[in-house]
């Protein structure tokens, strides 16, 4: 059974701001790296739309070898988007769901293959809140936003976590890795 992955980066104060986060070499590697070894990314329609970005990096490269090797995992990694507006999605390896995220995931699970990474906030709190969650893994970096978007908005039941793994960047960021706990 293929594991669900929410992984999302978030400023010391919890804020999901994709401009708050100082992303270097290092994290844009460890990125690559996990694109590299999933079997697919659901996103919301704003995140996905944010991602196109990586696209201009195709046809125009960066300077920084990390930041085009991330264009290349994040353009190759079959991409499912939940949207209620998109018409398409004007991304060979992304996809319109036509049906609920709840549906789309248990089937996704069910299936055999590398584990399905979730990139959107909203993505992340609607399956916290149907325990579809396999794993957080949050990387939290050394910066206080002082006002934004907090990741776990609007979640009202408690939730045990246990960590099992750290990673910490040469920046000051930390990846913490989370599962579900008891209780």
């Known amino acids: 059974m293929r594991k669900v992955i929410a992984a999302f980066n978030m400023t010391l104060d919890g804020i999901c701001d994709h401009t708050a986060g100082i992303p270097d070499e290092e994290i844009h590697y460890h990125y690559t790296n996990l694109l590299n070894n999933a079997g697919s990314i659901l996103y919301g329609r704003i995140t996905y739309q944010l991602m196109q970005f990586w696209q201009t990096l195709l046809k125009n490269p960066s300077d920084e070898k990390s930041m085009n090797d991330f264009a290349i995992a ?105 599962e579900r706990g008891a209780g």
């Open 74 to 178: 994040i353009d190759k990694i079959p991409k499912i988007v939940f949207s209620n507006t998109l018409k398409s999605t004007d991304w060979d390896s992304a996809q319109l769901s036509d049906r609920t995220l709840e549906e789309e995931v248990l089937e996704l699970k069910q299936q055999s293959g590398k584990d399905i990474l979730v990139g959107s906030r909203s993505l992340i709190i609607q399956l916290m809140k149907l325990n579809l969650i396999d794993e957080l893994q949050l990387c939290i970096y050394p910066v206080i936003a002082g006002a934004g978007l907090p990741l776990f908005e609007n979640l009202k039941d408690r939730t045990i976590l246990k960590l099992i793994k750290t990673k910490t960047f040469s920046g000051g960021a930390v990846t913490l890795y989370y």
